[in-house]
């Protein structure tokens, strides 16, 4: 059973960095062919991919989003992690990290999920 946990601070400040790390326990960040995304829910909306980060380490970005997002990933933790930067009060939203089995084609290719984890950005 693979099971992905979010961690990272739930307030911080705008204009600062927001840094989220995923834990992925029960299967590897490196086995074929999966992607392990970044997907964030601000309040009373849908969901948002942000960015993930493949199996071989390839990233890929939302362009809406590409100039302040930044994922990179540590094996040797089973670990990925999200830095978003420059962030402002419309970033508040529920993080969330996933994986996807179908190559970033929808959202139907998701298997798992983190919880989430409310990040709110305000001085």
């Known amino acids: 059973q693979v099971q992905l946990q979010e961690s990272g601070p739930g307030l911080v400040k705008p204009s600062q960095t927001l840094s989220l790390t995923c834990t992925v326990s029960?299967?590897?960040?490196?086995?074929?062919?999966?992607?392990w995304s970044w997907i964030r829910q601000p309040p009373g909306k849908g969901l948002e991919w942000m960015g993930a980060?493949?199996?071989?380490?390839?990233?890929y970005y939302s362009p809406s989003l590409k100039s302040r997002t930044s994922i990179s990933r540590d094996t040797s933790k089973n670990q990925f992690t999200l830095q978003l930067s420059s962030v402002t009060p419309e970033d508040t939203a529920v993080y969330y990290c996933?994986?996807?089995?179908?190559?970033?084609?929808?959202?139907?290719?998701?298997?798992?999920w983190g919880q989430g984890t409310q990040v709110t950005v305000s001085s």
């Open positions: 029960g299967g590897s960040i490196t086995t074929n062919y999966y992607y």
């Open positions: 980060i493949a199996y071989s380490g390839s990233t």
């Open positions: 996933a994986r996807d089995t179908g190559g970033l084609t929808g959202w139907g290719t998701y298997d798992y």
